[in-house]
């Protein structure tokens, strides 16, 4: 089995999937980020990639539209990431206990409406985005085939890291909205609205989330089904820490995420002799490894 990893086309296959299994936790880490630097930590961003996921499955299926489905997907996440500003910026309640009731609210809420669904009968399942090749860059051994041969998605959220890079590094209103992260009450003294600033960044938080839900649903497997996102956003919320809450480096910790659940995937089908429980835990094991290797 030690060979068959050791070859280009094995490595190949585990960067191309990494980088699909990557993309979700990088959308939702992305509006993490966007939160936490406004001073709001959304533990709930579990329950704001599900109704994501939700919403985008129930859309794409009723209109036939993939892109409504996406449209779906960023409007349930700012659903629950709005009533989350509502009760923690506005009401001032705990962040923590506050996110995660609506991880519990969001998990009760899609399984029971998804049953609804099912009742109806019929075979729920929805086409997925294609791939989008770029020419030229496509044919670069395995970077090219693992980059450049993805849907439409994972393009858009790469331009989005390199958009929130610029507004936070060289915009008057990102430094305006970072330093809230850090003061508030410095920020309030400078005349910056707090409170508008932090419900702003909630709404992106939710959009950037939902979509990383609706990404599992539009881009990879085109079903849904209970609890699909498996933790993942709580694995978003370690790449926003083990990033340094910077783009890029949210980008290769979700990268990093990405490939060790790839990983586990890809060795099962190779036959390895290790437990499949075991192998399943290779993405969190990685996390929490992470997580105490650069704390």
Request: hydrophobic share 55%; charged share 10%.
């Amino acid at each position: 089995m030690l060979e068959k990893m050791l070859t280009w086309s094995f490595l190949t296959a585990l960067l191309t999937s990494g980088v699909r299994m990557a993309t979700p936790l990088f959308y939702a880490g992305l509006g993490e980020m966007i939160s936490e630097k406004s001073g709001v930590i959304n533990i709930g961003m579990e329950g704001v990639m599900l109704c994501g996921a939700f919403f985008s499955f129930a859309a794409a299926l009723y209109t036939g539209s993939v892109w409504a489905g996406v449209l779906a997907g960023m409007a349930g996440g700012m659903l629950i990431s709005m009533l989350l500003a509502l009760v923690c910026v506005r009401g001032k309640q705990n962040q923590t206990v506050c996110g995660l009731a609506l991880n519990m609210l969001a998990l009760g809420l899609t399984g029971y409406l998804y049953k609804l669904m099912c009742n109806a009968g019929g075979h729920l399942q929805i086409g997925i985005l294609p791939q989008l090749p770029l020419p030229g860059l496509k044919k670069i051994p395995v970077v090219g085939e693992a980059f450049f041969r993805q849907d439409i998605l994972v393009y858009i959220v790469c331009l989005l890291a390199i958009a929130c890079f610029i507004f936070y590094r060289f915009t008057r209103t990102g430094l305006a909205m970072a330093s809230i992260g850090e003061n508030p009450m410095a920020a309030d003294a400078a005349a910056i609205p707090v409170e508008r600033c932090q419900m702003i960044a909630c709404a992106l938080n939710g959009a950037l989330g939902g979509l990383g839900g609706a990404y599992l649903i539009v881009a990879q497997l085109g079903m849904f089904s209970d609890n699909m996102t498996a933790g993942r956003g709580y694995i978003a919320l370690a790449a926003v820490i083990l990033g340094r809450y910077c783009p890029g480096g949210v980008a290769l910790a979700s990268l990093l995420f990405g490939v060790a659940n790839a990983a586990q995937i890809r060795l099962q089908a190779l036959g390895s002799t290790l437990p499949m429980q075991l192998l399943a835990m290779l993405p969190y094991v990685v996390t929490l490894c992470a997580l105490v290797l650069t704390s």
